[in-house]
């Protein structure tokens, strides 16, 4: 019994409190000893690239931060899909993940790989479809590049708009060819609409044709206008366009010929052959470029009627017909010089069948006769 005035003592601790505070602390130094080792493997180097000093991986669209995490496990990229998919979740990338291809360095951090996939910094791949090409040779292009899939029909000639495209790894050729076709029709819409009251031509299709012709004719940007001003005024009083290229399509179809024009295919009846034909051929005979297609829809005003090759890569215009041959002399005798022969006699015979013919495929029109066109 207490005497009165004596104090209650002080009740002892819980051993229960006791324990479940030494549970805490060692649950808490548990906690933080994993968030150490995770942070160290996050911020640590990732394993080796299993060849070279970067490894490609591919993500589709749609992949989600499992599928991701899979991904990069099986390419070698990351160690762990667990680690990874906690990292993406306490970091909040795994809302901001991209797809694409992208080339991960060596040893990557988990911080460096979701950086990377975070920025969209994708591996990017270019195709490009030069001036001047068939379509048929647009699709060699598209099926010698091993990143695309499928195979594609080959489009209408002209239908194409030479450009460089960027496309990703599994795109489809398709895809790609659909996309040259759109461009195509964009920028001819928007040169359509720009077109000069002195040209020729009559719809947008016509201009295709035509500017495929004046492209085909020289690569020199600067003589495109005024190519496409002899065409213009051939056509203007009814004479035969009488281009090579045309003659070679016809014979080829797209392809290079890889030679000389022979007589025989000069004379041979396509639907192509201007030295036949009158006006312009029903299709064009490859993919030309914006500069010829303005050149076509804004020529310039000139008397010119005729051009041949200079010899050093251009062409020499003419107005008339003598002026013409006598430019066609010059262009055969520095032919003649480059290939070590003496210079040729005041009249020459006309090559033999099988012989190329003088000029073909070197340059336009050079034995044109102004009177073809009746």
Same mark, same amino acid.
């Given at each position: ?63 989600g931060v499992s599928t991701i995490a899979a991904t990069l496990k099986q390419a070698g990229v990351i160690r762990s899909t667990d680690m990874f998919k906690a990292a993406a979740s306490l970091t909040g990338a795994d809302r901001k993940l991209r797809a694409g291809e992208y080339e991960v360095p060596t040893r990557a951090s988990l911080r ?106 020289? *690569?020199? @940007? +600067?003589?495109?206008?005024?190519? =496409? !001003? #002899?065409? /213009? ?120 069948? *099988?012989? @190329? +013919?003088?000029?073909?495929?070197? =340059? !336009? #029109?050079? /034995? ?7």
């Open positions: 019994m207490l005497r009165r005035g004596a104090a209650a003592p002080k009740p002892r601790k819980s051993s229960l409190t006791v324990a479940l505070l030494a549970a805490s602390a060692t649950i808490s130094l548990f906690v933080i000893a994993a968030l150490a080792i995770v942070w160290s493997v996050y911020l640590g180097p990732g394993p080796a690239a299993r060849q070279g000093e970067t490894t490609v991986v591919s993500l589709p669209s749609g992949s460096k790989v979701l950086s990377l996939l975070v920025s969209g910094k994708v591996v990017r791949h270019y195709v490009t479809l030069p001036e001047g090409w068939s379509s048929a040779q647009a699709v060699d292009i598209l099926m010698r590049q091993p990143i695309l899939t499928g195979t594609v029909e080959v489009p209408a000639e002209g239908a194409l708009w030479p450009e460089t495209y960027e496309v990703m790894r599994g795109e489809t050729r398709a895809s790609v060819v659909a996309r040259m076709k759109r461009a195509r029709d964009e920028q001819l819409a928007r040169l359509w609409a720009e077109r000069s009251p002195a040209t020729i031509v009559r719809t947008p299709e016509e201009a295709m044709i035509l500017a495929s012709i004046v492209e085909k004719e020289t *690569g020199i @940007a +600067a003589e495109r206008p005024r190519v =496409a !001003a #002899v065409f /213009t005024n051939r056509l203007r009083i009814g004479m035969r366009l009488e281009s090579d290229p045309t003659i070679v399509y016809g014979v080829t179809k797209g392809r290079p010929l890889g030679r000389g024009i022979r007589r025989s295919e000069l004379q041979r009846e396509t639907p192509w052959n201007t030295y036949l034909i009158d006006g312009l051929p029903p299709t064009p005979i490859a993919n030309p470029g914006k500069d010829a297609v303005a050149a076509v829809l804004n020529p310039p005003r000139t008397d010119d009627l005729f051009f041949v090759a200079d010899g050093t890569g251009g062409h020499v215009f003419a107005r008339t017909y003598d002026e013409h041959l006598q430019n066609v002399a010059r262009w055969r005798e520095i032919e003649r010089r480059k290939a070590g022969l003496p210079p040729a006699p005041v009249t020459q015979a006309a090559p033999l069948e *099988g012989e @190329a +013919a003088p000029g073909a495929a070197a =340059a !336009a #029109v050079i /034995t044109m006769n102004p009177g073809a066109a009746q």
